[in-house]
Each structure stands twice: as C-alpha cells, then as structure tokens.
C-alpha cells in the first residue's frame, strides 16, 4: 500500500488513527501490529510469514545469554536479506526491518537496551507500518518509552498538528515534485540522442527525482510517527548544500549512515587505526552500503565511487594542514574553496545518481560521458533537436522549483513570515490556522495529482 494512494489516504490512515485513539493504552501496541500486517499483506501478502518467522527467531534467540545465540539472531535475518538481495527476489522493505532487528539484538547484547518479552510489543516495533518499507530506520531505543505507553498527553494535540503537517510537506514532495521530474526522467530516457543541455538536464532531474521521493517517503513517515506518538530520527538535511562527500552523507540517509558507523565501522576500528587500516574499513562499509541496496553491480560501483571519494577527501585535508595551512584564510580564498568545493560535490553527486539508477552499466556510463561528449548520444537531425529543446523547456519549471526546495531557503522564509505573524495580535491563533489550510490545499492538490497521474512508484521500495 501506497502512502500517496487514495486507499491509504482515505480509508487506511484514518481508521489507524481512530482505532489508536480511542482503543486503550494496553491494547494499542496490539492494534499498530495487526494494522501494519494489513498494510504490508497488502502488497506482500506471502513475505508477512517471512517477516513475523525473522521476528520470532530473533525474539526467542535474544533471550538465551551467550555469544553464539547473539551471533544467530544477528545472522540469520541477514542471511535471509543476502539470499534475497542475490536471487533477485525483494520482499518490500526487507533491506530496513532487517536492520532494526539486527540493531535490536546487538544493542541489547552490549545492555544499552532490556531485552523486550513482549513478543507483540517487539513485533509493533518491527512492523511499525509509517517507516517498515523504506525507512529511516528506527532502533528500539528511539521507540521504546512509546511502545511502553510512556507519552505525554500534553504534547498529544501538538504532535497531532505537526505529524499532519509533515505528512503533507512529505506527501507533496512525493506526489508535485518527485512524480513530476520522474515523468520528466522517463520521457528523457526513452529518447536516442540529447542535446548537451539536456543531457544535464536529466542528470539534475535523476538526482532531485530520487531525492524527493525518498525524503518525501521519510518526512510521511516522521510525520505519521508524530501522529501516534514515535519520534523517529530525521533522514535528511539538506544534503545538496554540503561542501564536502563526508558532509554530504552526515546530511543523506542519516539513519543509514549512523547505523553502519555504530554497528560496523566503529567496531572495525574507525578512524583510531592506521592509514591502511582505516583504508581497509572505508571499503569494506561502503562495499556493504552498495549491497544493502542491491546486489547489482551498479549498487557495489555506487558504494565504492563514494570510498574512494571519502579517501580522497581525507587525503586531500592532510595535505592541507601539513603544507597549505595558511590556504583559504583570507576572505577571497574562502569565497574561491568555497565554490570549487560545491561545484566538486554537485559533479560527484550528479555522477553517482546516474550510477545508482541505471543498472545497466553501459547506460549509467553513456549517460555521464554524454555530460561532456555529445557524440555518444548525438543528434541525427533538426527534429530530433526541437524536441529536445521543447522537453526541457517543458519541464524548466519543475526543475527550478525542485533546485530551491532542495535548499533551507523555503524553510528560512517561512520561519520569518511565522515570526512576523506572531508579533501581532493573534499571530499564534493566525500561524496555527495557516497550517491547517496550507496542509488541507496541499492534500487536496496531490489527491487530484493522484487521481489524473499514473506515475506514482516509491524509488526505495525495491530496497
């Protein structure tokens, strides 16, 4: 089931929410399990069985001390994530739920967690349908007071407005933004020959299309959450600002990122170990990274492109501090790093989405040649080129508004109207108000959007 789908929207979401409002605080726990199993059967009816076998080996494993039953409740859900990932099989969501075990079970070996014997409580964390298909991934700890029905009731009507709010920010992301640029990807793929504008073009588009849609899915999600009461952690911030690969991935995927370096690379040794060592770690996380979203070759190239950029990065500040220490202090210089740095950054990112959405090596490597050399995709006549020329000018718009979103620039500009709301009488009353409307209005623009459109995948589903 989708979240921008007119089933979810309509019928699902607020069932879910009635039940979980007037049902006990006992039985709550109960109801999030059997609704998200009807919202995963829903499209995967016969994986439900695999999911609830996972969560069962791990619960019954995780109460046995030692270290080999710890060692098979981390295994087996991973050996079934890697049988699937390779027979080209995707149970939806196997790749996010398979780490929240795997994170459950490590973190109550090392006894930063109590093991949970509820085997429904641990179930309704599994299975918590706003994040189960495609994240952020939530460790228990994030969670646990909230499945304990350890919630403020002060905050509930405040949590209310503001998972309202950040559903429809997510599902406008998804449904006006992402769809959109995704025809946009479509139709430019379909074509035999671009324009060097064009080319570039369906670069920017690939990367803001899989963006959009993936921290639209998140936004949805952190805003369902909020709704009942679960705080998960936030997946993205901004990372097309960043200046450097590392600050990028402090800002994309952040769940995904924190989990490797908790539960891998810090027990391999981090940072705290020789060149060649830490060389070593890079690799073999990002090696990791890849296949996590799949054992396609594109997926392992993706991950390596960005090891080898990390190594670079850090190479590069060493030598900076031993030899250009002095490099960038002045006004002009910083204005100069600060460039170069960004548009390095933009380049790599653009170069790397075109890696991850094409798992045909020879396509992802014409595309990127195609950035600079026009002739592997040439134009063969006049025609060919006006209709190039018209289906960027077609989609100009879409493109811009995507490039500003991608930024704090909304974010800071809506802050400041709120701010001058509030200095005036009943501003509190006005902005509160204004929320409700905008959220309505944006609800009811992408539920036209989904009843005209036909484009309407989430790009991480298959992950």
Same mark, same amino acid.
């Given at each position: 089931?989708?979240?921008?789908?007119?089933?979810?929207?309509? %019928?699902?979401?607020?069932?879910?929410?009635?039940?979980?409002?007037?049902?006990?605080?006992?039985?709550?726990?109960?109801?999030?399990?059997?609704?998200?199993?009807?919202?995963?059967?829903?499209?995967?009816?016969?994986?439900?069985?695999?999911?609830?076998?996972?969560?069962?080996?791990?619960?019954?494993?995780?109460?046995?001390?030692?270290?080999?039953?710890?060692?098979?409740?981390?295994?087996?859900?991973?050996?079934?994530? &890697?049988?699937?990932?390779?027979?080209?099989?995707?149970?939806?969501?196997?790749?996010?739920?398979?780490?929240?075990?795997?994170?459950?079970?490590?973190?109550?070996?090392? @006894?930063?967690?109590?093991?949970?014997?509820?085997?429904?409580?641990?179930?309704?964390?599994?299975?918590?349908? !706003?994040?189960?298909?495609?994240? !952020?991934?939530?460790?228990?700890?994030?969670?646990?007071?909230?499945?304990?029905?350890?919630?403020?009731?002060?905050?509930?009507?405040?949590?209310?407005?503001?998972?309202?709010?950040?559903?429809?920010?997510?599902?406008?992301?998804?449904?006006?933004?992402?769809?959109?640029?995704?025809?946009?990807?479509?139709?430019?793929?379909?074509?035999?020959?671009?324009?060097?504008?064009?080319?570039?073009?369906?670069?920017? #588009?690939?990367?803001?299309?899989?963006?959009?849609?993936?921290?639209?899915?998140?936004?949805?999600? %952190?805003?369902?959450?909020?709704?009942?009461?679960?705080?998960?952690?936030?997946?993205?911030?901004?990372?097309? %600002?960043?200046?450097?690969?590392?600050?990028?991935?402090?800002?994309?995927?952040?769940?995904?990122?924190?989990?490797?370096?908790?539960?891998?690379?810090?027990?391999?040794?981090?940072?705290?170990?020789?060149?060649?060592?830490?060389?070593?770690?890079?690799?073999?996380?990002?090696?990791?990274?890849?296949?996590?979203?799949?054992?396609?070759?594109?997926?392992?190239?993706?991950?390596?492109?960005?090891?080898?950029?990390?190594?670079?990065?850090?190479?590069?500040?060493?030598?900076?501090?031993?030899?250009?220490?002095?490099?960038?202090?002045?006004?002009? @210089?910083?204005?100069?790093?600060?460039?170069?740095?960004?548009?390095?950054?933009?380049?790599?990112?653009?170069?790397?989405?075109?890696?991850?959405?094409?798992?045909?090596?020879?396509?992802? #490597?014409?595309?990127?040649?195609?950035?600079?050399?026009?002739?592997?995709?040439?134009?063969?006549?006049?025609?060919?080129?006006?209709?190039?020329?018209?289906?960027?000018?077609?989609?100009?718009?879409?493109?811009?508004?995507?490039?500003?979103?991608?930024?704090?620039?909304?974010?800071?500009?809506?802050?400041?109207?709120?701010?001058?709301?509030?200095?005036?009488?009943?501003?509190?009353?006005?902005?509160?108000?204004?929320?409700?409307?905008?959220?309505?209005?944006?609800?009811?623009?992408?539920?036209?959007?989904?009843?005209?459109?036909?484009?309407?995948?989430?790009?991480?589903?298959? &992950?």
């Amino acid at each position: 089931m989708l979240f921008s789908s007119i089933t979810f929207l309509y %019928i699902f979401l607020p069932l879910v929410l009635l039940l979980y409002a007037f049902v006990p605080e006992q039985g709550r726990n109960l109801v999030l399990l059997l609704m998200s199993l009807l919202f995963y059967a829903w499209g995967e009816p016969i994986y439900v069985l695999l999911m609830l076998a996972q969560i069962g080996i791990v619960y019954v494993l995780s109460g046995f001390k030692g270290r080999i039953f710890f060692l098979l409740s981390v295994l087996v859900p991973f050996a079934a994530l &890697f049988y699937f990932k390779f027979s080209n099989t995707f149970p939806i969501g196997i790749s996010f739920y398979t780490f929240q075990l795997a994170s459950y079970s490590i973190d109550v070996y090392r @006894g930063q967690v109590a093991r949970q014997r509820n085997f429904i409580v641990l179930a309704a964390y599994v299975t918590l349908f !706003p994040q189960l298909v495609a994240g !952020p991934i939530v460790r228990y700890s994030d969670v646990e007071n909230t499945l304990a029905n350890k919630r403020n009731v002060a905050d509930r009507y405040a949590n209310l407005e503001y998972g309202i709010v950040r559903f429809a920010i997510g599902l406008g992301k998804k449904v006006l933004i992402a769809n959109v640029i995704g025809e946009f990807v479509t139709e430019v793929s379909q074509l035999s020959g671009r324009t060097l504008a064009l080319s570039w073009g369906y670069a920017i #588009a690939v990367a803001l299309q899989i963006y959009f849609d993936f921290s639209g899915y998140s936004d949805m999600a %952190i805003g369902l959450g909020r709704m009942m009461g679960f705080y998960f952690p936030e997946n993205f911030r901004y990372p097309f %600002i960043s200046g450097s690969i590392s600050e990028f991935w402090r800002r994309w995927h952040i769940t995904l990122g924190s989990w490797f370096r908790d539960y891998m690379y810090i027990p391999m040794g981090g940072n705290r170990v020789g060149m060649v060592h830490w060389i070593f770690n890079i690799f073999v996380v990002w090696g990791f990274t890849g296949l996590w979203h799949g054992a396609e070759w594109n997926f392992i190239l993706w991950g390596l492109l960005f090891a080898v950029l990390l190594i670079f990065e850090k190479i590069c500040k060493l030598i900076n501090q031993k030899f250009m220490p002095s490099i960038g202090s002045k006004e002009c @210089g910083k204005w100069i790093l600060s460039i170069v740095r960004h548009g390095y950054v933009v380049f790599f990112i653009l170069i790397s989405f075109l890696i991850f959405h094409n798992t045909d090596l020879e396509r992802a #490597a014409t595309d990127i040649v195609s950035l600079w050399n026009n002739n592997v995709l040439a134009i063969t006549d006049t025609s060919q080129k006006l209709v190039c020329d018209y289906m960027l000018r077609n989609r100009i718009v879409i493109l811009a508004i995507g490039l500003v979103a991608a930024t704090p620039l909304p974010v800071i500009l809506w802050g400041r109207f709120q701010k001058w709301l509030r200095m005036h009488r009943g501003g509190d009353t006005a902005v509160h108000l204004l929320r409700a409307v905008s959220s309505v209005a944006l609800l009811l623009l992408c539920t036209a959007y989904i009843i005209d459109g036909s484009f309407n995948p989430f790009l991480y589903f298959r &992950f």
